[in-house]
């Protein structure tokens, strides 16, 4: 299969629905430290990520969005952990939303020459 600028995007824009589903996570954890019995909840992006390899799923994600459950991990929440994850996390999406605008632009750039 050659180079194909739209499937890159496809697969740039499942990683920055689930940088957002991920940081929802952490915000839902923070918001629940003190509710008993609550369990930390997160997004497995291995799992998520694994299955954009599948023809099937990429299509299924850019119809209907990347549909990651977030599922308990167990354990209590820490707050320090939580907000250093919600760090991470936010570099990520910086560098997702990097990798789309170098896309589009070669895209833009594809298109100059095509004229």
């Given at each position: 299969?050659?180079y194909?600028?739209?499937?890159?995007i496809?697969?740039?824009?499942?990683?920055?629905?689930?940088?957002?589903?991920?940081?929802q996570?952490?915000?839902?954890?923070?918001?629940?430290?003190?509710?008993?019995?609550?369990?930390?909840?997160?997004?497995?992006?291995?799992?998520?990520?694994?299955?954009s390899?599948?023809?099937?799923?990429?299509?299924?994600?850019?119809?209907?969005?990347a549909?990651?459950?977030?599922?308990?991990?167990?354990?209590?929440?820490?707050?320090?952990?939580?907000?250093?994850?919600?760090?991470?996390?936010?570099?990520?999406?910086?560098?997702?939303?990097?990798?789309?605008?170098?896309?589009?632009?070669?895209?833009?750039?594809i298109?100059?020459?095509?004229?």
């Open positions: 299969m050659g194909s600028p739209h499937h890159s496809e697969k740039t824009n499942l990683i920055l629905d689930l940088i957002s589903k991920k940081q996570a952490h915000g839902v954890n923070i918001t629940n430290v003190n509710t008993p019995n609550y369990q930390k909840r997160g997004v497995d992006f291995a799992k998520h990520l694994g299955l390899n599948s023809p099937l799923e990429t299509k299924l994600s850019v119809k209907f969005g549909s990651p459950v977030m599922k308990d991990q167990g354990g209590p929440v820490h707050i320090p952990e939580e907000l250093i994850a919600m760090q991470q996390n936010s570099i990520l999406y910086s560098l997702a939303t990097r990798r789309m605008s170098a896309l589009i632009q070669e895209m833009k750039q298109a100059q020459v095509g004229k």
